[in-house]
C-alpha cells in the first residue's frame, strides 16, 4: 500500500497558469522601549482623491461624514500639493519626506526605493513604535522597498498574470483592507505607527452597493463615499478603544484625478492642480494641545513626516534626510512655495517632463511652452498667464531652478536601463499605467523634447489601444496605433502593444514579428525581450528564446519574470538543477511569487526533499495558488513529513477545490487509515474506486 500512494503524485500534476499574487508577512514585533504614555500615530492615504471632492473641503455633492468630523478636530490644510501625480512616487515622498528626484523614485519604470533611504516606519520604530501597515494596491507591493521599517506590511493582492488582466484582482476594497487595519491594531502594542492605504477612488470606478445605487453616473464620488463609510469603522474603533483623543491622525492623498480637465482622463501625464491638489487633515493628539483650524498656505505632503516627529517631540537621524520642514513651523514664517513634477511623458514616451512650483496665488509650470496661472481668479487653470505675467513666472522658475538644485542628489542617479518584469508591468497596465521605459536618455532631459501638451492626442489614444486590447477588441486597437504611428513613427510602443495583442489572440508569430520592430527602435527594452522569448517559446524555438532571455537579464537583472521563463525551458529540457537554479534566483528578486514557489516546491517533491516542498508548496498556497493539485501535493509532503493531521487538512483542500480529484480522495484514506480512522477511510476509499476504476485495487478486502 505504502509503495502504491508514493507513486500516485507526480503522475497527476498540472502545471497549469495559475493567479499569482503578493503576501502577508506578519513579523514579531521588535522589543524597544518607546516613551510611556507617547501617542500612536495614523496615517491614511486615500488613493486618487482630489480635494474638491470631500464635504470638509466643501463638496455639497459626496457624503464623507467621516472624514468630515475628523475635520472639525483637525487642523485642515487647504492647499496640500502632491510632488508627483503617481501612487508609488508619491507614497515614497511622503514616507521619506524626500522629492522624487532625489530620492529616485519618479515614475513606475525605474528600481524600488534604493536601500540609504531612511523612511518614517524605520524612524518610528527606532523610538521603540510598533509599526504596521495596510496596503492596497499592487502598486505597493513590498518589492518596491517600501516595507523596510514596519513590523507587518499587509500587502496581500490576488494579482493577475500578464495573461489574465482581471483589474478586480490587483486592488483590494476598502472594507477588507479596514478588516485587516482593526486586526492589526486590536493586537498592536502601543505607542504605535499605522499607515493604512485605500485605492477605491482609484480607476476603474465601481463602487459597492449602496453607493453604486446612490452615486449613479457619479461612480468616483461613490467610491469616495464609499471609502469614506469604512474610515467610520476606523475612527469609531478608535474611539471604542480610547484612542482617538490622544491619537495623531494623518489624512492625506497621493495625487488627485483629472476627470477629463485639460483633456487628462486619470492622472500622471500632466501635474495641474486638478492631480496634484490633495486634502491635508492633520488631528493632533491632545497632548499638543493645538486647536481645529484652517491654513491657506500651499504645502508639500513630503512635510507630513517632519510635521509628526515635531508634534511627537522626537529627534531622529532621518531629519537630516528630511527636504521640507513641519507644516507647523514654530515661527510662523512662511511656507515655501509647493513643488510638484512628472517624468511620466519622458520615461514611458520620451516627451519632456514637467516640474512647477505653486504658492497660494500662482502656478508655474515648467514645460517646452511653459505656463503660469492665477489661482486665485483662475482655479480651473484655464488661462495661461506666462506671456502676460513675465516677471511672476521668471521668479518662480528662479525658485523652482534653485530648489532642483539645492537637493540635487549626491550623484546622478545612474540610468542602468532597468526596467519593471513584464508581469509587474502587465499588472500596472491594469490598473490604468503604462509602464514602459522609452528610448531616451539621461542626457536628452536637456536637449529639445515635445511637450506633452501637443502630445495629448497621441497620449490618449495609446492609453485607448490599450484597453481595447486588454477588452479583445484588436481591430480597434490597430486603427488607433495606425493613426499614431502617422504622426510617429518612430513610437516604439506601437509594435509593442500590436506584439502583445497578437500574443492574447494566439498568434505567436504575428507577436514575434513585433516584439522584433519594437526592439529595432528601442533596443534596450527588455519588456520587449521577455515578450519576444514568449513567443518564441510558443513556437517551440527554446533555444532563441533563451538567448533573449539572457539579453534581457543583462539590461534588468531583477526581470524576474524572465528567471521564471528560464525555469520553465530548463524544466521542460528535463535539467531540473538548472529549474531549480532559476526559480531561486525568481523568488530572490521576488519572494512572493506563488508559481515560483509552487513549482520549486514540485521540483523539491521529485527531488524527494519533503522538508522543502512542505515549505514552497505551503507558501504557494498562502499566497494564493490555491490550485487541488497543489494541496494534494502538499499532502504528500506532509504525510512524507509525518505531519499526519497536517496532510488530511491539505487532502481535505484539494477535494475541496475539486471533489473529483481522485488521487486526493486515496491519498486522504491512506491518511485516515494510518491515523486509525478506519470507517472514514473505508468511505474514501470506494469515493476514490468509484472516481477512478484503477484505485479499486487499493479498497481494503479487494484483490489486488
Ligand atoms: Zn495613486
Known amino acids: 500500500m505504502d509503495q502504491a500512494s508514493s507513486a500516485l503524485p507526480l503522475t497527476v500534476m498540472a502545471r497549469r497558469i495559475a ?13 524597544a522601549q518607546a516613551r510611556r504614555g507617547a501617542p500612536s500615530i495614523v496615517l491614511i492615504t486615500i488613493d486618487t482623491l482630489r480635494a474638491d471632492r470631500i464635504g470638509c473641503y466643501g463638496y455639497q455633492q459626496v457624503k464623507t461624514p467621516a472624514m468630515d468630523a475628523l475635520c472639525r478636530d483637525s487642523i485642515v490644510f487647504d492647499r496640500g500639493i502632491a510632488q508627483v501625480p503617481l501612487t508609488w512616487p508619491s507614497h515614497a515622498a511622503i514616507l521619506t519626506g524626500t522629492y522624487p528626484f532625489w530620492n529616485g523614485v519618479q515614475d513606475f519604470t525605474g528600481q524600488p526605493l534604493r536601500p540609504g533611504v531612511d523612511t518614517l516606519a524605520e524612524a518610528m520604530k527606532r523610538h521603540g513604535y510598533a509599526t504596521g501597515a495596510v496596503v492596497s494596491s499592487f502598486v505597493l507591493d513590498r518589492s518596491f522597498g517600501m516595507a523596510r521599517g514596519f513590523d507587518s506590511y499587509y500587502d496581500a493582492f490576488k494579482a493577475s498574470t500578464f495573461l489574465e488582466k482581471d483589474i478586480g484582482l490587483v486592488d483590494r476594497p476598502a472594507g477588507e483592507s479596514v478588516d485587516e487595519a482593526l486586526k492589526w491594531l486590536k493586537r498592536a502594542r502601543r505607542p504605535f505607527f499605522f499607515w493604512l492605504h485605500l485605492y477605491d477612488p482609484h480607476s476603474p470606478y465601481n463602487p459597492p452597493e449602496p453607493f453604486r445605487t446612490e452615486y449613479r453616473g457619479r461612480p468616483y464620488d461613490g467610491e469616495i463615499a464609499y471609502a469614506d463609510s469604512q474610515l467610520a469603522r476606523l475612527f469609531a474603533w478608535l474611539k471604542r478603544a480610547g484612542l482617538y483623543d490622544s491619537t495623531l491622525i494623518v489624512l492625506t492623498s497621493d495625487h488627485g484625478e483629472s476627470l477629463g480637465e485639460h483633456g487628462e482622463r486619470e492622472h500622471g501625464f500632466f501635474i495641474y492642480n486638478s492631480t496634484v491638489h490633495v486634502p491635508l487633515v492633520l488631528k493632533p493628539p491632545a497632548s499638543s494641545r493645538l486647536k481645529p483650524r484652517r491654513e491657506a498656505a500651499a504645502v508639500e505632503t513630503i512635510a507630513i513626516p517632519a510635521t509628526i516627529l515635531g508634534l511627537l517631540g522626537i529627534r531622529d537621524a532621518i531629519e537630516k534626510q528630511f527636504q521640507a520642514p513641519s507644516m507647523l513651523p514654530a515661527g510662523g514664517e512662511e511656507a515655501a512655495p509647493a513643488y510638484s513634477q512628472t517624468m511620466y511623458p519622458f520615461s514611458s514616451f520620451g516627451w519632456s517632463p514637467l516640474h512647477s512650483l505653486e504658492n497660494s ?4 509650470i515648467e514645460a517646452p511652452e511653459a505656463e503660469l496661472y492665477d489661482l ?15 516677471a511672476v513666472a521668471a521668479v518662480l522658475k528662479q525658485r523652482l531652478e534653485e530648489r532642483l538644485q ?46 506633452p501638451k501637443a502630445k495629448l492626442a497621441e497620449f490618449n489614444a495609446i492609453l485607448q489601444a490599450t484597453d481595447s486590447i486588454q477588452l479583445r477588441d484588436f481591430a480597434r486597437a490597430r486603427a488607433l496605433l495606425e493613426k499614431v504611428r502617422e504622426q510617429d513613427p518612430q513610437m516604439y510602443l506601437i509594435p509593442f502593444l500590436l506584439a502583445e ?3 492574447l489572440r494566439g498568434d505567436a508569430a504575428a507577436a514575434a514579428a513585433e516584439f522584433k520592430k519594437t526592439l529595432e527602435l528601442n533596443p534596450e527594452f527588455d519588456q520587449a525581450m521577455t515578450g519576444l522569448a514568449r513567443a518564441l517559446h510558443a513556437l517551440g524555438m527554446d533555444d532563441e528564446a533563451r538567448q533573449w532571455l539572457d539579453k534581457a537579464l543583462q539590461f534588468n537583472p531583477r526581470n524576474y519574470r524572465a528567471w521564471y521563463q528560464i525555469a520553465w525551458i530548463e524544466m521542460k529540457q528535463r535539467r531540473e538543477e538548472a529549474a531549480v537554479g532559476a526559480l531561486e534566483k525568481v523568488l530572490s528578486i521576488q519572494p512572493n511569487f506563488g508559481l515560483a514557489h509552487r513549482d520549486l516546491g514540485m ?30 501535493f502538499l499532502g504528500i509532503a506532509y504525510s512524507r513529513t509525518n505531519r499526519l493531521p497536517k496532510a488530511v487538512e491539505s487532502y481535505r483542500k484539494a477535494l475541496a477545490g475539486n471533489p473529483k480529484l481522485a488521487e486526493a480522495r486515496l491519498n486522504l484514506a491512506y491518511a485516515y487509515q494510518q491515523l486509525g480512522r478506519s470507517s472514514e477511510a473505508r468511505v474514501e476509499y470506494q469515493t476514490a474506486c468509484r472516481l477512478e476504476a484503477n484505485f479499486c485495487k487499493y479498497v481494503p478486502g479487494s484483490q489486488r
Open 376 to 390: 486665485h481668479s483662475d482655479p480651473g487653470e484655464q488661462h495661461n498667464l506666462a506671456a502676460e505675467q513675465p
Open 361 to 364: 496665488q500662482y502656478h508655474y
Open 406 to 451: 539645492q537637493f540635487a542628489p549626491p550623484q546622478r542617479a545612474q540610468d542602468s536601463g532597468a526596467s519593471l518584469s513584464p508581469d509587474t508591468a502587465a499588472k500596472l497596465r491594469a490598473l490604468g499605467y503604462l509602464a514602459y521605459h522609452a528610448p531616451v536618455s539621461a542626457a536628452m532631459l536637456n536637449s529639445k523634447l515635445a511637450d
Open 603 to 632: 521540483l523539491r517533491i521529485s527531488q524527494q526533499d519533503y522538508p522543502a516542498a512542505v515549505q514552497h508548496l505551503a507558501r504557494a498556497a498562502q499566497l494564493g495558488v490555491e490550485e487541488a493539485p497543489l494541496y494534494n
Open 19 to 31: 493567479i499569482l499574487l503578493s503576501a502577508l508577512l506578519l513579523s514579531a514585533p521588535v522589543a
Open 501 to 503: 495583442g497578437a500574443m
